[in-house]
């Protein structure tokens, strides 16, 4: 699956899916502050660190699909499965970055100056997520070719 940017796709959402995105969001991000509250920094950041929109996210493009393929008379289920997936694993993917992100945090903030490690940080993060979708894409087709000359015979 090719990925790439579809401004018109806003343009398709409704205000009020707008609304579930931002309200879910917000429900995590004071959910992770009450954690943090209760149980320190270090435990609140944790469940900060879950992707506040993944979920309504997920519900949105479900339903989007469907609906366009219902439009076009097909049955939407699993395409929007597809999509669906694909929008997981590059949060998956972009939570090992955040991972990686905050681990440079955590061990360089006390020593050096601050805009310098948030910088070199986004780099890591950066550069963590591009390594792990490569090798995700990589280690896939891969599997795929496997697969295929296992069960098909083929190369």
């Given at each position: 699956m090719l990925v790439k940017v579809d401004a018109t796709r806003v343009k398709e959402t409704r205000w009020h899916e707008f609304a579930v995105r931002f309200l879910l969001g917000g429900f995590i991000t004071a959910f992770a502050g009450i954690i943090g509250h209760k149980y320190g920094a270090s435990m609140g950041g944790l469940f900060l660190a879950f992707p506040a929109i993944f979920p309504a996210s997920a519900t949105l493009i479900d339903k989007h699909e469907k609906e366009k393929k219902e439009r076009a008379g097909l049955n939407g289920h699993g395409r929007a499965r597809q999509l669906v997936s694909v929008d997981a694993a590059g949060t998956a993917i972009g939570s090992i970055g955040l991972f990686a992100f905050a681990l440079v945090i955590h061990e360089t903030i006390r020593d050096h100056n601050t805009w310098l490690v948030?910088?070199?940080?986004t780099t890591v993060w950066a550069g963590v997520s591009?390594?792990?979708?490569?090798l995700?894409?990589?280690t896939r087709s891969s599997f795929?070719?496997?697969?295929?000359?296992?069960?098909?015979?083929?190369?």
């Open positions: 948030i910088g070199g940080a591009v390594l792990a979708w490569y995700r894409k990589r795929k070719r496997a697969w295929f000359a296992r069960f098909h015979g083929g190369p």
